[in-house]
T-cell receptor, first 112, second 114 residues
């Protein structure tokens, strides 16, 4: 069955380290998104991509970057992790016709 | 910027009662409004959505209504059950070209007491 996966599911890192979170979908969706979820803030958009080699900044993009080299993957990189980036990160994807987004299982990141 | 307001932030009902969650949006061009349910420790899952060409949509015990003039939409859950307990998020799509992004409300924690 087609699906969307994230890895790792849990990550503990130290301030200043570079961290990459993986997102992989097998639906062949053009659109992929990264959100962070924090108590009291709901889901906030970090970066998004509408296709291969396309990337765009979302509401809370500072300190994060993405790249899209193929349809299936949109890795999220924290260049220099900060304690304020401790959060749960969700990846989502949608096709170009319906706008319906499907979420991955999430990655819980702790920055010490 | 564009935003989505969601109320209430918490809602407690007795099993069998109805629950209503309301959202307002700011972008008059929005035309797609999904609702997601998130159980503790799980991913958000789509439960129902509505497009602006209809005013109401039902799926068993769940219904969504949309008032485009007033820019608000609501989720109605009838005959609530303990398994309905979760956080519910509304969203509205914002277009910046041919594709759109979802703007989410901050969520409503629904508790259904047996």
């Amino acid at each position: 069955d087609a699906e969307i996966t994230q890895s790792p599911r849990h990550k503990i890192t130290e301030t200043g380290r570079q961290v990459t979170l993986a997102c992989h979908q097998t639906w062949n969706h053009n659109n992929m998104f990264w959100y962070r979820q924090d108590l009291g803030h709901g889901l906030r958009l970090i970066h998004y991509s509408y296709g291969v080699h396309d990337t765009n900044k979302g509401e809370v993009s500072d300190g994060y970057s993405v790249s899209r080299s193929n349809t299936e993957d949109l890795p999220l990189t924290l260049e220099s992790a900060a304690s304020s980036q401790t959060s749960v990160y969700f990846c989502a994807s949608s096709d170009q016709w319906t706008d319906t987004q499907y979420f991955g299982p999430g990655t819980r990141l702790t920055v010490l | 910027g564009e935003n989505v307001e969601q109320h209430p932030s918490t809602l407690s009902v007795q099993e069998g009662d109805s629950a209503v969650i309301k959202c307002t949006y700011s972008d008059s061009a929005s035309n797609y409004f999904p609702w997601y349910k998130q159980e503790l420790g799980k991913r958000p899952q789509l439960i129902i959505d509505i497009r602006s060409n209809v005013g109401e949509k039902k799926d068993q015990r769940i219904a969504v209504t949309l008032n485009k003039t007033a820019k608000h939409f609501s989720l109605h859950i009838t005959e609530t059950q303990p398994e309905d307990s979760a956080v519910y998020f509304c969203a509205a799509i914002i277009y910046g070209g041919s594709q759109g992004n979802l703007i989410f409300g901050k969520g409503t924690k629904l508790s259904v007491k047996p």
